[in-house]
């Protein structure tokens, strides 16, 4: 009834005419790699600015991806790092949901779940998602969409600074410092913080630290940035629980022993210049990452080291053809990645490896994209990319190993209508293809030994947009056609492997709505409603054409409410919906019962005062006993069912004081 009831206020509310929304003069970046007014790109991008990300309930970043726009979470390992996931990919959502900080790729060609709870919320200045595209801009990993977070930098005359200071349930902590300081020419901004907690369960106690700075030189047609940045991560992994141990003792360990480790930097150099009708913009990045686990449990230990280095020159040409406004834009792309992972029984034989995997990738793309207002209301828009790969990867066992080498040609398309039927209402639509590359870990334990195919993707979208006086309401219908999907399947060989799987589908229903009630309280919601499903196909003689991919949910639906009490008190809600789903590994469809679906209630106070910006979060509300991830015939598990029980109610206070 519960459910019933929040699908349909997120429904009725979405369809409700009386939207509102502040962000439509936003700038933002994603669409075209530079800046440029949202009305303006004819795009559906999701904005999500600093007014919003401090009205909402969210103490992290993965946390506001979840309540604020819509995006699906699950926790497979008790990592503050959970996956992402848009349009129902399941398990493989984080490999197709690209994640820029800035600009730039940080997702690994791994399957390490992107670091996103080492970003400060108040170091961010607006987050911009663009749901299923990106593709022709940045490349593969972009068929869910893409994310990019946008941190504060220095600008022209701003000295400031911020200290941040909380505490919570579970012994979490969190610091924050920062500061700014800018003249006409030149700007600093430094900033450190530091997160830790105990964790809900066992064996499960976070250590994380961080320090982020961004150097700029002021031009009058021309800027020039270094940013840089470096996090640690000490972490306890306390393994899955049966489902008889997720009633008797959900916040037990299983592997009381494990943990992990990782530290990262980064150092980025970004250029810009306007020319007049011509923009010329460039990124120098490189990126490290280290990181070990021990799993006394399974009797080993790992170390994994990799390192990545960009290159992105672009322009934009604005102006007019035959009359018609029109831009162009296009770049190169030159990408170099390298890793080495070493497996050994403990942490003092590591020097001699039972297992070694070395893998390299090299890439280089040129992509161009270009717009024209056809006629007054219209603006049509079309890009291409082209795209060469080539990977190495050894993998070695025991002294023995092999090497294999793949190299690959790809291509990336999209076109797209926007259409002003009023000033009041418009209508969309977009047709593109996409791909996706297989990470070092799927490639290196494939069904057929080879190196795995690139995945592929037939995109399409329609829909309609209202928008009068800052009003605005979007609805998205979508169709995803992928071949060559990789995945890991327990059906194409005993125990399961990676393998490309044959035809399958997305499709779905996404409605965004905001209403002010009045002019002290508003509310807003998102509703998905998704489907993932094989076109085809027959595993170990079992066809599975129309069945259901795992952990899917068949409905998305997030409600949230701000309530301005007074001129200091602001009071605000959230409420999460996630729908059934099929259970990791039940490719096959055979698993009596879907995984149940859970609802999670969020509620914030909010009061300044004399320049002290206090909160109290209650996260969990009403202690819902729930989990966000379950496999079915795991190996690490007595019963049918393994879960990773997620938290209860949480209560976490902060203050922050803000100086100029």
């Avoid at 250029?271 to 006394?296: C, H, I, K, M, N």
């Amino acid at each position: 009834m519960k459910s019933s009831l929040v699908i349909a206020l997120a429904a009725g509310l979405a369809l409700s005419p009386l939207t509102r929304v502040r962000a439509e003069d936003a700038v933002i970046v994603t669409a075209t790699r530079f800046p440029e007014r949202l009305l303006q790109s004819g795009v559906g991008m999701i904005i999500i600015d600093a007014q919003r990300i401090a009205a909402s309930t969210a103490t992290t970043l993965p946390e506001l991806l979840a309540r604020t726009a819509g995006v699906h979470v699950r926790n497979n390992s008790g990592s503050p790092d959970p996956q992402l996931d848009m349009r129902g990919f399941g398990i493989t959502g984080d490999q197709n949901t690209l994640v820029l900080l800035d600009g730039i790729r940080i997702n690994q060609n791994d399957l390490a779940s992107t670091p996103l709870s080492a970003i400060p919320l108040n170091a961010i200045e607006r987050v911009e998602i663009l749901r299923g595209g990106g593709a022709v801009q940045y490349g593969g990993g972009t068929s869910a969409g893409t994310i990019n977070i946008v941190t504060r930098g220095p600008r022209r005359g701003d000295k400031s600074g911020a200290v941040y200071v909380g505490a919570g349930s579970l012994a979490s902590e969190q610091l924050r410092a920062s500061m700014t300081a800018a003249g006409d020419e030149m700007g600093v901004s430094l900033s450190a913080s530091h997160q830790g907690s105990d964790g809900y369960r066992s064996n499960n106690r976070l250590r994380q630290d961080g320090i982020a700075g961004d150097l700029r030189l002021f031009g009058d047609r021309s800027d020039l940035a270094l940013k840089f940045g470096g996090d640690q991560q000490r972490l306890g992994l306390p393994g899955v629980r049966d489902d008889e141990q997720f009633v008797s003792d959900p916040r037990g360990a299983t592997n009381p022993s494990d943990w992990s480790k990782q530290d990262g930097g980064y150092v980025t150099f970004q250029g810009r210049a306007d020319l007049g009708r011509t923009e010329l913009a460039a990124d120098l990045a490189w990126r490290d990452q280290r990181s070990s686990a021990s799993y006394p449990s399974l009797g080993s230990y790992l170390e994994v080291k990799s390192d990545s280095t960009t290159f992105a020159p672009r322009m934009r040409w604005t102006g007019d053809l035959g009359n018609k406004d029109a831009s162009i834009v296009a770049g190169l792309d030159l990408a170099d990645w390298d890793y080495h992972r070493r497996i050994a029984g403990s942490v003092e034989t590591i020097a001699s490896p039972f297992s070694r995997t070395d893998g390299t990738q090299r890439s280089a793309a040129l992509y161009g994209q270009g717009s024209v207002m056809v006629a007054p209301a219209t603006k049509l828009a079309a890009g291409v990319r082209f795209q060469r790969v080539r990977n190495e990867l050894t993998n070695s066992f025991g002294g023995f190993g092999s090497l294999q080498r793949q190299s690959r040609s790809l291509r990336a398309g999209e076109i797209g209508l926007h259409h002003g039927l009023t000033e009041q209402i418009a209508m969309f639509g977009k047709l593109g293809t996409s791909f996706r590359l297989a990470t070092v870990d799927e490639n290196g334990y494939t069904a057929s030994g080879e190196l795995l195919e690139p995945q592929t993707a037939r995109q399409g979208e329609a829909g309609m947009e209202y928008r009068e006086n800052g009003a605005r309401l979007r609805a998205t219908l979508y169709v995803i056609d992928l071949d060559k999907e990789i995945y890991f399947s327990p059906l194409v060989v005993p125990y399961g492997a990676n393998t490309n799987l044959s035809p399958t589908r997305r499709k779905g229903l996404e409605i965004r709505g905001a209403l002010a009630l009045t002019n002290r309280v508003d509310l807003s919601a998102d509703f998905a409603l998704q489907s993932a499903r094989f076109r085809s196909g027959i595993y170990g003689g079992i066809d599975v054409s129309g069945r259901d991919i795992p952990l899917v949910p068949r409905s998305l639906t997030t409600l949230r409410l701000t309530w301005k009490a007074t001129t200091n008190t602001r009071v605000s809600g959230a409420i999460t919906h996630t729908g059934t789903q099929r259970y990791d590994n039940d490719q096959a469809g055979n698993f009596p019962r879907a995984m149940p679906a859970y609802t999670i209630v969020d509620a914030k106070l909010v009061h300044d005062y004399h320049g002290w910006n206090v909160s109290l979060v209650a996260s969990n509300l009403f202690d819902k006993h729930y989990y966000s991830y379950g496999i079915v015939d795991s190996f690490a598990c007595t019963t049918r069912v393994c879960v990773y029980p997620q938290a209860g109610r949480t209560l976490f206070a902060s203050a922050e004081y803000r100086f100029k």
